[in-house]
């Protein structure tokens, strides 16, 4: 937060800022207050950060204090925000783990409203739906937090703003202000004058306000400028002018101000004063986040923001007036009119790819004004930004429109016209042009409609109107404050209250999450001597290494040395299949991003800016293979393939009623885990000792990496890992190879070693989740009974195999999802390409083969005319049966599920509901699906899923405890340190954890495949049994004695207070020569039911409900498990209807930051969203009968992309387009409209036949 003080006001003003693009020089007179500044465990926890741990509203924590800082801010301006404020200051926050829910909870518990829905769905309010839960026989609880133990809000009690700076501010006259850095110089004069020398003496040095513009330039682009011209500090330029005839606001006014300044015009002028601010305020709501609002200027954007400006457009429709500095193109303000004439119109459009805090796709500026009284028109003005480079007016068009009426005949004309007038040069980063071109012609149309509805209200004796059904249309999507409800099973009244297992307890750092004391290893002090690792990757696909130049980089300040593979002592290639894992490039790269050197140098800049000078000449090579298809062609596989068979596929498809094919594509999808993959590495200076501080989800095959690499022992390499921002699969052996490449520079440098990968290297080097086809053959009954299927599936690997075999494999043995098919037959491909090598990714192949699957369900319901869920029920296992590979299952717990989520969503009524909607609207659809999931818990063989766990007692009766699992967010220390305390009947306060290392719990497995509590669980319930055996006499001995009096007696006695234990693992086992076994322990159920809304003019879409029921046994700790299956479904929907990966036709990587590549942010979760689990459920194979459940919720953000589906579909059936039609993956607004019309511009204009206007 930072806090600045304007003696002319008198007012101190708070506001949240991106720290990463935030110069330094900026903050001259200003506060700035970190997380460590709001409250710390030493000192006083704020309500803020204690609101937020309590809640659940941090896993792996990397995005908490990011939360903490936005809430506080709000908090210091607004004490009482409403939930819309709240909802506002966090749209610029991004959370990969939680899916937003918990962090909303502990939000709203400070806004002023009530935190009831305020509406009745179905005749009931979200309070009495919660009510009525304890009228069943089952005791179930809704509360996973206590809001009695909250410590209140007390704005008295927060930090002052420095008395000397505001003494400052009063007393000391404004002075121009010199910096001087390494490389750069910052001048901020105070007078126009003094500015307009500057520039003249400097013509190339850029004017700076919120440098965010010119800062991701430099920092991403490689833009240098040596002298910057900051004039924030110059009074007129911050002017703010209100009179009768408008606003004049100076150019260097935040966009924050500018929007409070037109919202508080919009509360004070008469509503036809205030049209042309609210135009720009609908653009200004959604620009961005707050965090960047709050320090990007508005001339910065007019002047920075060429085509992708979402001011622009509606400025230059609105002619706002430029107060200009001098001839050089220098702003001052502008001057914004508030009166229109009588029968003017303004509006303003947008179309991005996430609704907030993204640039827009296309955008436009719209103004009318007709002849008095008429609806004739007088003049037009028609901009676009987001089409070309530049923003651009429909001229020709709004020429040619002068005069006629506002009729359809001038729509028909005006789309054709403006079609026509802007030209969109081909697409060079992967975007589509026809989908701009659609909204071009669409926003004009969305215009005409509002305008429209105008004159009707201003003469509706004269105007009709438009037709009731398409007025929906004219109200765009608004992000709400979720309403949730979150189900589980209360524990027996009988359980001990000191007995931790299955309450919602907190996460055990959650509050050191919240208040930034949590450690991840860019946290960890600096190691004398310690050097800084940047890594130089290829730019070209596949290519032979000529030569490497590094004559430049090597005379770069700061640079210690540059690794190259000739420097690794030992392995530099690692054979775990037939294809190598490679650390460095060695004669040639495989794929865009392959690391070939690295270099090391004494900070962090220093190695990136010599990494960028070293020079590397290529040869390439043929064939370069980006695609499946390619791969296909060129017959490009990692071995071996695999297939499962069952029954008589042949004999099935010659019987059948009925057969389709198909064909889906699924994308891939980057972790984008918050902490990027990071390493520290030390010598220890003796006997090649050295230890390692990773981000990893692995410890044991990146020790075995990092050993191997240098040629030592295993014995010498001490992995230590605290806690993970983030993992997701991401942080298996790419984690280890990297370490590798840091072990190799430490080893050689014999200094300490840090590789912090930035977030573009990041996406660019360590690959995700595989994109993936699923080919199809579905023979079926007229009844909707499915009898054969025929499917392949091909995954693109990327370069080498990594895991990729194992994922095609997992595809495989979960593709049946939750469906019995007697006969099937189906086949995995891993296709080796010239893309970043692709790894595990929560689910593990299953969300992209069961995605196939529930497409050829619905593609069966659409043949037969039955609808999708009578498919599914048809389908479905349904008594103790066998999976394709003869495992035995019983699916009772999947029809519970499905008959509990057919209830609680209310499917019937709300489809019912759904079609009466469609009925009445018709460029807005709605769309419901419910999708079930059978999810198999297994890794496969057994000594994957061995663990050990070691736990001390100290003679003060204290535990220290660990095991081998990684803390990545998921909570297994809480869920541990539950089960020890359970096992050693002590509270969980006498029980620490401290990390997971190599050297006190050697060879444990990945934490992967849900599976970390199971295993852990297992032992460490085991060594806490040891060690309770061994004190059991004392106990018997002094049965009233205290826990402190036991452990002193059995010190006393000799007996022993250090125990291991250990579980050897599920007996799993698969033959793939005869396609059966038992690779799986156990299965979870779930359901899930999804409502959406969509506009078709646009794609956009709007998630509105989501209920969800899963059967997870006995829960351990339900806010965990809960948060894990809400994180993994908002993960879900980001995979199936936003994440879309983009590379260039060469292999480049175009999507490489938060940017590009568009997670789910709080806009995107259901308006309404319940979690319920099943109730009495047992499982005997986990611990406490409880069931492993990090991965399964993923898929269930299927049932968003399948509501979207109905939704889309619904479009076509009342457009009379063609019925058979395939979706793939991730169905984004881009899609959503492609398949909404062949040619959507055809038919909007087509439409207008049967208009009503
Ligand atoms: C994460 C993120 C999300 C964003 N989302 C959106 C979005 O959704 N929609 C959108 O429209 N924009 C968006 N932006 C862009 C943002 O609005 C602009 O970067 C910002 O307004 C630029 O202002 P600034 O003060 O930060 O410019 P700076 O980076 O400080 O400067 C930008 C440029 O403008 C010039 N300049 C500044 N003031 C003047 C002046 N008075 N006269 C002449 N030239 C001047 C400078 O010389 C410089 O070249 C986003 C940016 C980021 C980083
Ligand atoms: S808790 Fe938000 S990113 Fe992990």
């Given amino acids: 937060m930072i806090s600045t003080y304007e003696p002319a006001l008198k007012k101190i003003r708070h506001y949240s800022a ?24 030493k000192t006083r926890v704020h309500p803020v950060q204690e609101r937020l741990a309590k809640c659940h509203g941090s896993q792996c924590g990397f995005c908490t204090p990011g939360m903490v800082m936005s809430i506080y801010t709000l908090l210091r301006n607004h004490p009482e925000p409403t939930s819309e404020q709240m909802i506002a200051a966090l749209a610029g926050n991004l959370c990969r783990c939680t899916g937003y829910r918990p962090i909303l909870d502990a939000c709203k518990t400070f806004c002023k409203e009530s935190i009831c829905c305020q509406r009745k769905t179905n005749e009931k309010c979200c309070l009495d739906q919660e009510d009525d839960l304890f009228d069943k026989e089952e005791k179930v609880s809704t509360r996973l937090f206590s809001t009695d133990e909250f410590q209140p809000l007390d704005p008295t009690q927060e930090l002052i703003f420095p008395p000397e700076l505001m003494r400052m501010a009063e007393n000391q006259p404004k002075r121009t202000l010199f910096f001087h850095g390494e490389r750069m110089t910052w001048i901020s004069p105070v007078s126009l004058d003094e500015l307009l020398d500057l520039k003249a003496t400097y013509p ?44 004049t606001l100076g150019a260097a006014c935040s966009l924050s101000l500018v929007k ?36 990007a200027s508005l001339g910065g954007n007019i002047v920075s923001r060429k085509s992708t400006s979402d001011l622009n457009p509606i400025l230059a429709a609105v002619s706002v007036q430029q107060v200009l500095l001098s001839d050089a193109y220098m702003s001052a303000g502008y001057s914004l009119l508030s009166d229109l004439a009588q029968g003017e119109y ?57 005069g006629r009426h506002w009729n359809k005949q001038m729509l028909d004309e005006a789309c054709r016209l403006v079609f026509k007038e802007i ?54 999507f608004k992000t709400k404050m979720p309403q949730s409800i979150q189900i589980y099973q209360d524990i027996e009244l009988s359980q001990s209250p000191q007995d ?28 004398d001597g310690e050097l800084f690792l940047a890594v130089v990757t290829s730019s070209r696909a596949h290519a032979k290494i000529v030569s490497i130049d590094t004559s430049e980089a090597l005379k770069g300040p700061g640079v210690f040395d540059i690794i190259t593979a000739h420097d690794v002592p030992a392995t530099n290639e690692f054979y775990y299949s037939d294809d190598p894992e490679i650390i460095f490039a060695r004669n040639k790269v495989i794929c865009v991003g392959q690391i070939v050197c690295a270099v090391v140098a004494d900070s962090d800049d220093h190695a990136k800016q010599a990494a960028a000078k070293v020079k590397i000449e290529y040869e390439v090579l043929e064939p370069v293979i980006l695609t499946i298809e390619e791969a296909i062609q060129h017959n490009s596989f990692f071995a071996p393939k695999r297939k499962l068979e069952q029954g008589n596929v042949d004999r099935a498809f010659e019987t059948v009623d009925n057969i389709i094919e198909g064909e889906i594509r699924i994308g891939g999808q980057e972790h984008f885990y918050m902490e990027t993959q990071s390493v520290l590495v030390v010598p220890k200076g003796e006997d090649n000792e050295m230890d390692v501080y990773v981000s990893t989800q692995l410890k044991l095959v990146l020790q075995e990496m990092v050993a191997a690499s240098l040629g030592v022992p295993a014995n010498r390499i001490m992995c230590h890992v605290k806690r993970v921002g983030g993992a997701f699969g991401g942080k298996l052996l790419k984690a280890g190879l990297l370490a590798s490449v840091a072990a190799v520079a430490a080893n050689k440098t014999s200094r300490a070693v840090r590789l912090i990968l930035s977030r573009g290297d990041d996406m660019l080097i360590t690959g995700g989740r595989h994109p993936f086809i699923g080919k199809y053959k579905v023979g079926f009954m007229n009844d909707g009974r499915i009898r054969a299927v025929d499917a392949k599936y091909y995954i693109n690997a990327g370069c080498t195999p990594d895991e990729s075999v194992l994922v095609a494999e997992v595809s495989l043995l979960k593709m049946d999802n939750a469906y019995k098919i007697p006969n099937l037959r189906c086949w995995a491909y891993a296709c080796k390409t010239n893309l970043p090598s692709n790894t595990a990714f929560r689910g593990f192949g299953f969300p992209q083969s069961a995605l196939v699957t529930e497409t050829w369900i619905t593609g069966v319901a659409d043949k037969i005319g039955l609808s999708p869920e009578k498919i599914r029920e048809i389908n479905m296992y349904k008594e103790n049966e066998q999976t394709h590979f003869k495992q035995k299952l019983d699916p009772q717990n999947l029809i519970r599920c499905w008959n509990e989520c057919m209830e609680k969503s209310a499917y019937y009524s709300r489809k019912t509901a759904v079609n009466e909607f469609n009925k009445q609207n018709y460029w807005k659809k709605k769309g419901i699906a419910i999708v079930p999931m059978k999810f198999p818990f297994g890794l496969g063989t057994r000594y994957l899923s061995q663990a050990a766990a070691l736990v001390h007692i100290y003679t003060d009766g204290s535990v220290l405890l660990t095991h081998g699992g990684i803390e990545m967010g998921q909570g297994i220390h809480t869920k541990m340190i539950q089960v020890a305390s359970r096992e050693l009947n002590i509270p969980m306060s006498c ?54 009096d036991w452990i002193k007696e059995a010190f006393e006695q000799s007996v022993s207070l250090s125990a291991t234990g250990y579980f050897r693992g599920y007996n799993e086992n698969m033959d793939w020569e005869k396609g059966e076994g038992q690779p799986f322990t156990y299965f979870l159920y779930g359901a899930a039911c999804s409502e959406v809304e969509i506009n078709c003019l646009t794609g956009d879409h709007k998630n509105l409900r989501t209920d969800i029921v899963m059967d997870i046994g006995c829960s351990i700790n339900p806010a965990v498990d809960i948060g894990q299956i809400e994180g993994a479904f908002v993960q879900g929907i980001g995979l199936y209807t936003m994440e879309e990966l983009k590379y260039s036709p060469e292999g480049v990587l175009y999507t490489r930051g938060p940017d590009q590549y568009k997670i789910p942010a709080v806009c995107d979760i259901p308006e309404q969203f319940s979690v319920s689990l099943l109730s009495s459920s047992q499982n005997p194979y986990a611990i406490y009968a409880s069931k492993g459940i990090g991965e399964a919720g993923l898929f269930l953000g299927c049932s968003v992309f399948f509501a979207l589906r109905d939704a889309v579909t619904r479009v076509r059936n009342e457009r009379g387009l063609k019925k058979t039609f395939t979706l793939n993956s991730p169905l984004t607004a881009e899609q959503i409209w492609a398949n909404c019309a062949d040619d959507f511009a055809e038919m909007v204009i087509g439409s207008w036949e049967e208009g009503s206007v």
């Fill in 500 to 527: 931790p297992v299955g309450r919602p307890i907190m996460h055990q750092s959650g509050i050191k999450h919240a208040t930034g004391e949590a450690v991840y290893i860019d946290d960890l002090p600096s190691v």
């Fill in 18 to 41: 991106n720290a990463c693009l935030l110069p330094i020089c900026s903050l001259y007179g200003a506060a700035v207050t970190t997380v460590e500044g709001v409250g710390s465990t």
């Fill in 423 to 476: 030209a969109l040069p081909g697409s060079d980063n992967g975007e589509t042009v026809d989908y701009k071109k659609t909204l071009i012609v669409s926003f004009f149309y969305r215009f005409f409609l509002e305008v429209s509805q105008s004159l009707k209200t201003m003469d509706p004796c004269h105007y009709p109107g438009i037709p009731m059904e398409y007025r929906s249309v004219l109200q765009d």
């Fill in 260 to 295: 409070d300044i037109l919202t508080n015009a919009m509360a004070e002028f008469p509503e036809e004063k205030t049209k042309v601010f609210s135009a720009v305020l609908q653009q200004l709501r959604t620009l961005g986040g707050e965090q960047i609002r709050n320090i």
């Fill in 991 to 1044: 029980i620490h954890f401290c990390e997971t290392s190599t050297t006190t719990v050697p060879n444990a497995c990945a934490s992967v495949g849900s599976a970390g509590t199971d295993v852990n669980g297992m032992a460490v319930k085991d060594a806490c049994q040891t060690l309770l055996k061994r004190l059991q006499p004392i106990i018997n001995k002094n049965p009233k004695g205290t826990w402190n």
């Fill in 204 to 247: 190339k040095a850029p004017l700076l306000v919120g440098n965010t513009s010119v800062g991701p330039e430099m920092k991403f682009r490689g833009m240098f400028h040596p002298i910057v011209i900051a004039p924030a500090r110059i009074p007129d330029l911050n002017m703010v002018k209100c009179t009768d005839d408008g606003l």
């Fill in 346 to 402: 303004v509006s303003a459009f947008r179309q991005a790819p996430r609704r907030e805090n993204a640039l827009p796709v296309t955008n436009a500026g719209m103004r009318v004004i007709f002849e008095e009284g008429t609806d004739t028109i007088k003049d037009l003005s028609i901009f676009y930004g987001g089409a070309v480079s530049t923003t651009v007016c429909a001229k020709q068009t709004c020429r040619t429109l002068i």
